[in-house]
């Protein structure tokens, strides 16, 4: 059977944009999409939504001007929200946490070490932001984070906790939201996390280098290391294994998920099986057992993007690549659809089947084999947001669905 085939949906109206980091449902069942510009100076990210109505994306407000931290300041700017979107269906509000990376205006380079304490360009520190999509307006936004920026974002919702990474200090931080107070629970490392994820007792998750299991009771107020890590093969020891991205099953017991490293074994966790949870190693997520003796790097042995389908399925886009062409070093940036090329995967949560369901392809032969998240909208259609090649944008994939899907079967997923 043919494979379907995804629209691309370029920033237009962003020409700039480089990375598209964050894509999220939002608590209105619509999709938004983070615009960043994280490879040049005085810039800042811009968020977006697709619009159904016009087939197009709209552009709602740049983070740096909306939030008073202008990208024209003499700052490291508010280039990038990366992973931090946070929906709250009660409130009908987009949380969002902004991430470092790019240089101040007129600069070339960003060095978080060398600039920090700087007040004249160090970076002022995450901005969280609450985005009222009833209203379509930021209510309010506030520093998060000091000094760094925010690696990814979870938001428990009834308990009115948020969760976060900092960057580049790596430490596990809890926001009191109704008490605008931050407890740190310490440093998890050298390497970032890419996710934090939720289990039914509203236990918060994330890994450490070696891709072992971290967990945050909110009852116990405490970070505990479990005897339990991401599965990896067998020629590579555990670092750099943190999770990368991960998504609830449709019955809300498991999740599934993959690592950001190279050669990455999609997983399966369930959190709730005895005192430690249980981890279920479900094979290679990409085509590396091809060759696994060449090396190649994770931007371009890659999965991600893992969303629940309108069908209950499970569904996360890889990287397919021609022979030879992982010899070219690990950037993406020129590579072409010709080398990469990202390929969605139908994962059946039941029986574990997987199958080849899309290709993505970009309207200017860009490879579109990295993909930061998915994300699923009123109608059923994914959508899956890009990164490779300039400028960035988002896919959406119509799913056909015959009947919208009903939003209590559905929960939003509550994570960046």
């Known amino acids: 059977m043919a494979l379907r085939e995804a629209k691309f949906y370029v920033y237009d109206q962003v020409p700039i944009a480089d990375t598209t980091w964050s894509l999220s449902t939002g608590p209105d069942r619509r999709v938004y999409a983070a615009a960043c510009i994280e490879h040049r100076g005085g810039c800042a990210v811009v968020v977006a939504r697709y619009n159904e109505q016009i087939d197009a994306l709209d552009y709602l407000f740049d983070v740096g001007e909306t939030c008073g931290d202008p990208p024209d300041s003499g700052r490291a700017t508010q280039c990038k929200i990366h992973y931090s979107f946070a929906p709250s269906e009660r409130d009908g509000i987009l949380y969002a946490a902004t991430h470092a990376s790019a240089p101040a205006l007129n600069e070339l380079h960003f060095d978080v070490h060398a600039d920090w304490g700087d007040e004249r360009k160090a970076f002022r520190g995450s901005v969280l932001l609450a985005y009222d999509t009833r209203q379509d307006r930021v209510l309010w936004s506030r520093t998060l984070i000091p000094n760094e920026g925010c690696r990814c974002l979870c938001f428990d919702e009834e308990r009115r906790l948020f969760y976060a990474v900092g960057w580049p200090r790596n430490h596990f931080l809890v926001y009191d939201l109704e008490r605008d107070r931050v407890h740190d629970c310490g440093r998890l ?137 992982e010899d070219r070093g690990h950037k993406f940036d020129h590579e072409t659809a010709e080398n990469f090329e990202g390929l969605v995967i139908r994962l059946d949560p039941e029986s574990g089947k997987q199958e080849d369901f899309a290709i993505l392809r970009r309207p200017d032969g860009m490879a579109a084999h990295y993909v930061s998240r998915g994300a699923m909208d009123a109608r059923g259609d994914l959508f899956f947001g890009n990164i490779a090649g300039m400028p960035s944008g988002i896919f959406r994939l119509p799913m056909n669905a015959r009947t919208p899907p009903d939003p209590r079967a559905f929960p939003l997923r509550k994570w960046g």
């Not at 190649?296 to 690549?321: C, E, N, Q, T």
């Open 189 to 325: 490392g050298s390497l970032n996390p890419q996710a934090i994820w939720l289990d039914k007792k509203s236990r918060a998750y994330t890994t450490d280098d070696y891709g072992r299991i971290l967990r945050y009771d909110p009852d116990r107020g405490e970070l505990e290391e479990l005897e339990l890590w991401i599965p990896r093969p067998r020629h590579l020891n555990g670092w750099h294994g943190v999770v990368y991205d991960i998504a609830a099953a449709p019955d809300g017991e498991s999740l599934f998920g993959v690592p950001w490293r190279n050669f990455p074994h999609l997983f399966r966790h369930w959190p709730l099986e005895g005192a430690q949870g249980r981890m279920e190693d479900l094979g290679p997520a990409t085509q590396y057992e091809q060759n696994p003796y060449r090396p190649i790097s994770f931007f371009k042995d890659h999965a991600g993007g893992l969303v629940v389908g309108p069908d209950r399925a499970i569904y996360f886009v890889k990287s397919r690549w021609a022979p030879f062409s």
